[in-house]
């Protein structure tokens, strides 16, 4: 079969819905090179891959006039763009469809994942390390879900780095809708990709599969807020099992959001306070291939003291800011409406403010 043939036949099975992960490690490891399945009894296929004998048919003979339309918005096994560190997992998807810049799989990446209902801290802690670490290089990947994933893909485009987002879903399926305009900006100016087939719904099923990418493409994974019980703990483990390096960002004692990342640490994750942490722990080729980092000073007195009176745990009411100060409350509004434009700060619900650098 020639190289043609043989990318087809992979782009045509990644199209199959019933070839999980676990399927498609049983191929790789019995069919080598894959194109080999096209010849193979049906009862071979059947038993080596738990299939019926319909199903065995299909993955025999799987080209559709789909495949046609996918040559150029997909990548293979077979390509040398397919990233190098999601090759060598133990199930790697047969095919990525792709939008956006395929070029990012080339470079450094950073998993950055965590809880879909983050408190303000945790989504401050995001966007602060997804800030410091985007400008080094590094292409921070997660899954495109509300809360931690969102806080982190859109800190890493707006300090001018890039980011990859991989879908649970089809590549032409937004998931959740609320994250559309995001979804449209990493499209411009990152990647978007997926292992699914377009026009793939959301289901729960198809998430853990969706995490040993994510792992898969990065040098480690940070969890930066996780309950007991969250997917996120997934994602962390099938980075230990990829044999990548798992951090993950200590929180409150008393808040649910911080057992998971909690429970990490005392298996072993490395704690991150700040963006050396994580930068220390990479191997030095990965490292070399980075920029050096320029500490940002903050604003001079009287931003500055304003500043000072925040936190990224929570929100400050302003008459309490005014209060820390000894001013008025119209004395520091001024102040806090030019550290929020400059982005030091966010404005949250109920005259409430938050540093967010």
Same mark, same amino acid.
């Given at each position: 079969? !020639?190289?043609?043939? @043989?990318?087809?036949?992979?782009?045509?099975?990644?199209?199959?819905?019933?070839?999980?992960?676990?399927?498609?490690?049983?191929?790789?490891?019995?069919?080598?090179?894959?194109?080999?399945?096209?010849? /193979?009894?049906?009862? %071979?296929?059947?038993?080596?891959?738990?299939? *019926?004998?319909?199903?065995?048919?299909?993955?025999?003979?799987?080209?559709?006039?789909?495949?046609?339309?996918?040559?150029?918005? *997909? $990548?293979?096994?077979?390509?040398?763009?397919?990233?190098?560190? %999601?090759?060598?997992?133990?199930?790697?998807?047969?095919? %990525?469809?792709?939008?956006?810049?395929?070029?990012?799989?080339?470079?450094?990446?950073?998993?950055?994942?965590?809880?879909? #209902?983050?408190?303000?801290?945790?989504?401050?802690?995001?966007?602060?390390?997804? #800030?410091?670490? +985007?400008?080094?290089?590094?292409?921070?990947?997660?899954?495109? &879900?509300?809360? $931690?994933?969102? +806080?982190? !893909?859109?800190? &890493?485009?707006?300090?001018?780095?890039?980011?990859?987002?991989?879908?649970?879903?089809?590549?032409?399926?937004?998931?959740?809708? /609320?994250?559309?305009?995001?979804?449209?900006?990493?499209?411009?100016?990152?990647?978007?990709?997926?292992?699914?087939?377009?026009?793939?719904?959301?289901?729960?099923? #198809?998430?853990?599969?969706?995490?040993?990418? $994510?792992?898969?493409?990065?040098?480690?994974?940070?969890?930066?807020? @996780?309950?007991?019980?969250?997917?996120?703990?997934? *994602? @962390?483990?099938?980075?230990?099992?990829?044999?990548?390096?798992?951090? /993950?960002?200590?929180?409150?004692?008393?808040?649910?959001?911080?057992?998971?990342?909690?429970?990490?640490?005392?298996?072993? &994750?490395?704690?991150?306070?700040? +963006?050396?942490?994580?930068?220390?722990?990479?191997?030095?080729?990965?490292?070399?291939?980075?920029?050096?980092?320029?500490?940002?000073?903050?604003?001079?007195?009287?931003?500055?003291?304003?500043?000072?009176?925040? *936190?990224?745990?929570?929100?400050?009411?302003?008459?309490?800011?005014? @209060?820390?100060?000894?001013?008025?409350?119209?004395?520091?509004?001024?102040?806090?409406?030019?550290?929020?434009?400059?982005?030091? $700060?966010?404005?949250?619900?109920?005259?409430?403010?938050?540093?967010?650098?």
């Amino acid at each position: 079969m !020639h190289d043609d043939a @043989a990318r087809d036949l992979l782009i045509a099975l990644s199209l199959v819905p019933f070839l999980t992960p676990n399927r498609t490690r049983l191929l790789l490891e019995n069919f080598d090179p894959v194109s080999t399945i096209c010849n /193979a009894s049906p009862r %071979l296929l059947e038993e080596v891959l738990s299939l *019926t004998p319909e199903q065995a048919a299909q993955v025999r003979n799987p080209l559709t006039p789909a495949v046609a339309e996918l040559r150029a918005s *997909t $990548i293979t096994l077979l390509d040398e763009a397919y990233p190098s560190l %999601l090759r060598h997992i133990p199930d790697p998807p047969l095919a %990525l469809h792709f939008r956006g810049d395929p070029s990012l799989l080339a470079r450094p990446a950073l998993a950055m994942v965590g809880s879909r #209902r983050a408190s303000v801290y945790g989504i401050n802690a995001a966007e602060h390390l997804a #800030r410091q670490l +985007a400008p080094t290089g590094l292409v921070i990947v997660s899954g495109l &879900a509300l809360g $931690i994933d969102s +806080a982190s !893909h859109a800190a &890493a485009l707006e300090s001018g780095g890039t980011t990859i987002a991989v879908l649970g879903t089809g590549i032409d399926v937004t998931y959740p809708r /609320a994250n559309r305009r995001l979804f449209e900006r990493i499209e411009q100016h990152g990647l978007v990709i997926t292992e699914l087939p377009p026009g793939t719904p959301p289901r729960p099923e #198809r998430f853990p599969a969706r995490n040993r990418i $994510i792992s898969g493409l990065a040098y480690g994974t940070l969890i930066v807020e @996780a309950t007991s019980r969250s997917g996120s703990l997934i *994602t @962390a483990r099938m980075a230990a099992e990829q044999g990548r390096d798992v951090f /993950a960002v200590p929180g409150s004692i008393f808040s649910p959001g911080s057992e998971g990342t909690h429970r990490l640490i005392q298996y072993g &994750a490395k704690l991150v306070l700040d +963006a050396d942490d994580v930068l220390h722990e990479l191997r030095a080729d990965v490292r070399a291939q980075l920029e050096v980092r320029s500490d940002e000073q903050p604003p001079d007195a009287p931003l500055g003291d304003v500043l000072a009176a925040l *936190t990224r745990e929570e929100g400050a009411h302003i008459d309490n800011v005014a @209060a820390r100060l000894g001013r008025t409350p119209a004395a520091v509004a001024e102040s806090l409406l030019q550290l929020e434009l400059d982005g030091w $700060i966010r404005a949250l619900p109920g005259a409430r403010y938050v540093r967010v650098r």
